[in-house]
């Protein structure tokens, strides 16, 4: 079972950035020949798709946060991350990583905060 350990959120205000980051717990082979997405959950709402990066680097975004994330990996790590500049109060959400079906078991997410 592959473990999803997100981490490197927090309180930001408007017009900061972060840099969350996804541990994959799985073999590099299998890690560098997967695509990964963050997806974000803000409260009382449903789970959206924000970013995935394909094996080769493709990446593509939703439209609301197209110009100021950028979706990255680190294949020697096994680690994705999600820089996200120019941040805004409606980026407020727990932020996941999974497979772009969302199949792996869900991680504990990174709280991202910020304040109106």
């Known amino acids: 079972q592959v473990q999803l350990v997100e981490s490197g959120g927090g309180l930001v205000q408007p017009g900061g950035s972060l840099r969350p980051s996804c541990a994959v717990a799985?073999?590099?082979?299998?890690?560098?020949?997967?695509?990964m997405t963050w997806y974000r959950q803000a409260p009382g709402k449903e789970l959206d798709f924000v970013a995935t990066?394909?094996?080769?680097?493709?990446?593509v975004y939703a439209d609301s946060v197209k110009g100021r994330f950028t979706i990255s990996r680190d294949n020697a790590k096994n680690t994705v991350y999600l820089r996200m500049n120019s941040l805004k109060t409606e980026d407020t959400a727990i932020y996941y990583c999974?497979?772009?079906?969302?199949?792996?078991?869900w991680g504990q997410g990174t709280q991202v905060t910020v304040p109106s």
């Open positions: 799985v073999s590099r082979s299998i890690f560098t020949g997967s695509a």
């Open positions: 990066i394909t094996r080769s680097g493709t990446t």
């Open positions: 999974n497979s772009p079906t969302g199949t792996l078991s």
